[in-house]
């Protein structure tokens, strides 16, 4: 669901965008300082995370950050591209420390994300190595993500098909 809001341009103009608005999550931009606070709640370094200056409220915008409440929760989506010709929408951040099930959580950023992303192969990597990589595992997997393979660097890599 899209909800309005209104943003400068780099006129200084007042121009309004379309919001992605979910059952828990809102669309915010990384420049937020909510969002920048929440990230370091979740120790989840900004550096790393800004990953392109375009607008994400922009309809052909490369990604979208979500947060949940206060920064209880955060998620990011970004289009991505590589060499080899791979392709599709990668969850490139999850973080919950809501009372929300994490599962639940996913399923509402996956709508958000499909609804300004269309139909495009969705995926995420996981790391063995991570602290919590079995909770990880096991919250997108009850979400309806299913292991398609493993990244030369040893990470999962799972996938949702979209059954809509």
């Known amino acids: 669901m899209y909800s309005f809001r209104e943003q400068p ?5 007042m121009k309004v ?4 608005v979910g059952q828990y999550w809102t669309q915010i931009h990384d420049d937020n300082p909510m969002f920048k606070q929440a990230l370091v709640s979740h120790k989840v ?9 375009t607008n994400p409220y922009a309809d052909g915008s490369r990604r979208i ?20 010709g791979y392709h599709g929408i990668q969850c490139v951040l999850f973080c919950n420390k809501s009372n929300i099930i994490s599962s639940r959580l ?17 995926f995420v990597y996981l790391d063995p190595n ?6 990880i595992r096991n919250s997108f997997q009850k ?6 393979g493993t990244s030369k660097k040893n990470l999962e890599i799972l996938e949702i098909i979209q059954t809509d």
Request: hydrophobic fraction near 30%; aromatic fraction near 14%; charge should be positive.
């Open 65 to 84: 950050n979500l947060m949940y409440e206060m920064g209880q929760a955060i998620m990011g989506w970004k289009r991505k591209k590589s060499d080899m």
């Open 17 to 20: 965008y379309y919001v992605l």
């Open 106 to 122: 996913l399923v509402d950023g996956q709508k958000l994300a499909r609804e300004r992303f269309e139909d495009e192969r969705y």
């Open 45 to 53: 370094p900004y550096s790393k995370f800004r990953l392109c200056k």
């Open 143 to 148: 979400a309806g993500w299913k292991k398609v």
């Open 9 to 13: 341009t780099t006129t200084g103009e």
């Open 130 to 135: 991570e602290e919590n990589y079995e909770n």
